[in-house]
């Protein structure tokens, strides 16, 4: 058995200029890399792309699938913020009415609230205004007197069949019936 020669001298390092103009300064080679080639007989390209069909089928399933549960995810999302949204729209209306129907029961109790209609409002309900008032005083060591002198609070009026009934809403009190007390206090007499 043969073997090759080997060679003696080294390899030249020389520059030497390439086709392509520029200068290379490593190590030549003698002979240039071949790629690796085969023959491939004519029925197996069809083979080959069945088989890589084959091999590439569960990889597009995977992405159909994720395309489409991606888009239904979508769906499922919008669906519930537009849910949320009509439900936030339909709290925001009902707060409102609520804010106004406070408003208006606000309203009423300012007005209900004044002493014309208050005194109005008692003498439909057949109260009076009370007499004048007595006071007990407890003295520290246990006794009491009274000072004033208590006197009962007049009958109501009987209102006329001939007059027309008074209305529920904001009118004053008719002339018949008592005047309302105005607010003063009597002297209790003491110090």
């Given amino acids: 058995m043969t073997t090759p020669a080997r060679r003696t001298t080294a390899p030249r390092t020389t520059p030497r200029p390439h086709r ?3 200068l290379r300064t490593g190590p030549l080679r003698s002979t240039p890399i071949r790629p690796h080639l085969w023959v491939v007989p004519d029925g197996e390209p069809a083979r080959r ?3 890589e069909a084959r091999r590439r089928a569960p990889f597009v399933l995977l992405v159909v699938g994720l395309l489409l549960g991606t888009t239904l995810g979508l769906l499922f999302l919008n669906t519930a913020i537009a849910v949320d949204s009509l439900k936030a729209t339909q709290l925001r209306t009902e707060n409102a009415q609520r804010e106004q129907d406070i408003q208006g ?3 009423q109790v300012v007005e ?3 002493p014309e209609q208050l005194a109005g409002d008692a003498a439909k309900a057949g109260m009076v205004p009370a007499g004048p008032p007595a006071y007990l005083v407890i003295q520290p ?3 009491s007197t009274v000072r004033g002198t208590a006197e009962p609070a007049p009958e109501p009026a009987t209102p006329s069949a001939a007059s027309p009934a008074p209305s529920s809403g ?3 009190s008719s002339p018949s019936s ?3 007390p105005t607010g003063a206090v009597p002297d209790a007499g003491g110090d």
């Fill in 20 to 22: 392509s103009g520029v």
């Fill in 49 to 51: 792309s069945r088989s």
């Fill in 105 to 107: 029961l606000q309203r």
């Fill in 112 to 114: 209900g609230s004044t």
């Fill in 141 to 143: 060591d246990g006794s």
């Fill in 170 to 172: 904001s009118s004053p």
């Fill in 178 to 180: 008592p005047a309302a």
